[in-house]
Each structure stands twice: as structure tokens, then as C-alpha cells.
């Protein structure tokens, strides 16, 4: 006759009234996390020549695509975080990189392969 055993495993979770103190002032000594960061100079400088070599000029082009990836209002690409700076580089690489979309076009007829009613 066999006996079976069955193990428990616990797991202890402390949880930190911290956590949830969303109030609190930042600790002494503490550096901030990467999501705080600053933007960096050559984050700046990324950012202004991806503007240039996809076309667009305009400050208030510019500002909205910025504050596009932030969904807060910016005066300034230096307000912008390290973590935002990178996601705004992306966006406008991503755009720049986009097949211009001719007026009128669906996405069927922009579509990159033939399906079988082409084939036909």
C-alpha cells in the first residue's frame, strides 16, 4: 500500500504600506529610477534629426508629435524623460519608415501580397 504525501509550498508575501503611498515624497539619497531620468543631449540630438530627415519643420509639427507619445502638454524637448525621449524617436522613425499612403487607398489595396483573387 502506497502513501501519498503531498507537499505545500508557501509563499509569504510582505506587502509594504509604501507601496501604495502614492503621496510620499521621494527618499533622500535615492536616485530616481529610468523612468525619471532626463533626457539626455544626444537623446535631443537624435530627436531633432529624425525630425529633419522625415520632413517635418514645423515647431508645432514637432510639439504635437512629441506630446503625442506623452499625452501631456511640452513646451520643450527638454521636459521630456530619457524612457519618453526614446518612445518619441521611435514614433517619428516608425512614420518615416510607413508607406506614404496614396488619398482614397484601403489597407486592401496596399496590401503586400497577392491573395487568391488575384491569382485567378
Do not use: Y
Not at 11 to 30: H, K, R, S, T, Y
Request: net charge negative; glycine share 4%; aromatic share 4%.
Amino acid at each position: 500500500m502506497s502513501h501519498l504525501v503531498a507537499a505545500c509550498h508557501c509563499i509569504l508575501v510582505i506587502v509594504n504600506d509604501a507601496l501604495f503611498n502614492l503621496d510620499a515624497e521621494e527618499v533622500p539619497g535615492q536616485s530616481a529610477g529610468p523612468s525619471e531620468q532626463p533626457i539626455r543631449d544626444d537623446q535631443v540630438l537624435a530627436i531633432r534629426e529624425a525630425f529633419t530627415v522625415a520632413g517635418i519643420e514645423s515647431q508645432e509639427r514637432r510639439q504635437e508629435v512629441a506630446q503625442s507619445c506623452v499625452v501631456r502638454p511640452l513646451a520643450s524637448l527638454r521636459e521630456l524623460t530619457a524612457v519618453e525621449a526614446h518612445r518619441v524617436l521611435k514614433r517619428i522613425k516608425g512614420n518615416a519608415a510607413a508607406k506614404p499612403r496614396a488619398v482614397g487607398a484601403s489597407d486592401w489595396d496596399l496590401r503586400e501580397e497577392d491573395t487568391w483573387i488575384d491569382k485567378l
